[in-house]
């Protein structure tokens, strides 16, 4: 699995932080994700493909 995000498109919802904090994370000055991990552990895939479903703005592509 490979994780990209478009900061551009990201609105600062946070779900991807809710329901994946271990590969994302929000900026402290605007609250635009940050991608912690491109290429998650096996642990960490299905919260990951969650928060791409879930992303507002539709700002995290997953590809397997």
């Known amino acids: 699995m490979h ?3 478009d900061i ?4 600062g ?3 991807c932080v ?3 904090p271990d590969v994302f994370d929000q ?4 609250g635009l994700v940050v ?8 642990e960490f895939r299905e919260a990951t493909r ?8 539709m700002a995290i ?3 397997e």
């Open 50 to 57: 969650e928060a791409a479903q879930v992303c507002p703005a």
């Open 35 to 42: 991608l912690l991990r491109p290429e998650p552990a096996p």
């Open 18 to 20: 809710l329901l994946a």
């Open 3 to 5: 994780v990209d995000v």
């Open 8 to 11: 551009p498109a990201c609105i």
């Open 61 to 63: 592509k997953v590809t």
């Open 27 to 30: 900026r402290d000055d605007d």
């Open 13 to 15: 919802a946070g779900q």
